[in-house]
């Protein structure tokens, strides 16, 4: 496993990065705590999570997967070897202060999520996606005090358009603030929105991408078929979750992006999630990829990904996006979607 700089920062952090929203949904406690010795195992240093997992989002269960990793990194010890980055902004209470990016959320949120997680700083703290009702300024200030205290080393941002980062990067130096260096977008061979704008900013600007979304969902594992409805309990199934995932993904032409996709990987013998995985990873601007499980044994093909070398042919025939963008629906977000 190699780690890489996380932008013009001095952290380095694993190129895998163990995505945990099944944690305590999709899967129990103890069947976590496994995923993340397996992951570890294969050289995995890099936690991400949010204080509204696990999913689908609820206030009932917010916060569960938190505490999840936080028992393990107990158990385990050794918190410094790790790089753990969650996030806020989503509902987590029935209060009408209980989410967004105001003063108040976000400091209450990482006090809570630090008792949760069981340390005393995080290392990478992000909004999870833009608030409209919150100025951008007030939302940095806030970020900056909890960086100033220790309680934060870092901060990003996830799901923000090039605009958004570009004007939440001019505030943080006009003020003096501590900006971020690092954002979590969507992005694999299906959807490639970003390679238009979001990229070139954060080449440009020396930020650190951490995409999510590297196997669209398990679709690019190839089990599933257009012609049966997605089994229950998988990621296409859970509430809120699945809806979105249904629009972003169970669409004909990306089926048909699959099916050419798995040919090409039997003619070179190659698993379809590795070379999904492998794909982003080789990408000059994406610093890590998350990927996520809900059983140990699914980490093996992804982990796979770090050591495959793509031949010359590959990037050729992947070059251009193999569907057109998703539609609109699809594109609004309720969290980052590991897998």
């Not at 050289?43 to 917010?62: E, H, K, M, Q, R």
């Amino acid at each position: 496993m190699n780690h890489r700089r996380l932008g013009r920062t001095g952290l380095k952090v694993s190129e895998i990065c163990l995505g945990t929203m099944t944690f305590a949904g999709q899967c129990d406690e103890a069947t976590s705590h496994a995923i993340l010795d397996r992951a570890t195992e294969g050289g995995v240093t890099f936690l991400d999570t949010a204080n509204s997992y696990p999913i689908p989002p609820d206030t009932a269960t917010a916060g569960r997967t938190e505490q999840v990793i936080g028992h393990w990194l107990e158990r385990r010890g050794g918190r410094d070897r790790f790089v753990v980055a969650t996030k806020c902004r989503l509902k987590v209470g029935e209060g009408p202060n209980d989410q967004g990016l105001s003063r108040r959320h976000v400091l209450a949120a990482c006090e809570a999520s630090l008792r949760r997680l069981r340390t005393d700083y995080i290392d990478l703290y992000q909004a999870h996606m833009p608030d409209p009702d919150t100025p951008i300024d007030e939302t940095l200030r806030a970020f900056d005090d909890l960086v100033r205290s220790g309680k934060v080393r870092y901060i990003g941002c996830s799901n923000y358009s090039g605009w958004q980062l570009a004007l939440a990067l001019g505030i943080s130096e006009r003020l003096g603030l501590a900006r971020y260096d690092c954002v979590q977008p969507r992005y694999n061979v299906l959807y490639r929105e970003i390679e238009n704008e979001l990229l070139p900013l954060c080449r440009d600007q020396g930020i650190g991408v951490i995409v999510y979304n590297p196997l669209a969902g398990g679709l690019l594992s190839g089990k599933y078929r257009p012609d049966e409805p997605p089994r229950a309990g998988t990621r296409f199934t859970l509430g809120v979750s699945g809806e979105l995932y249904r629009e972003r993904y169970w669409q004909s032409a990306q089926f048909e992006a699959v099916e050419t996709l798995s040919g090409f990987c039997k003619e070179r013998g190659l698993s379809l999630a590795t070379l999904s995985v492998a794909w982003v990873l080789s990408r000059p601007d994406v610093t890590s990829a998350i990927v996520g499980a809900s059983r140990p044994e699914q980490l093996t093909e992804t982990l796979a990904a770090v050591d495959l070398k793509l031949d010359e042919e590959t990037p050729r025939r992947l070059r251009r996006p193999l569907v057109e963008p998703a539609p609109a629906a699809a594109r609004t977000m309720i969290g980052n979607q590991n897998g």
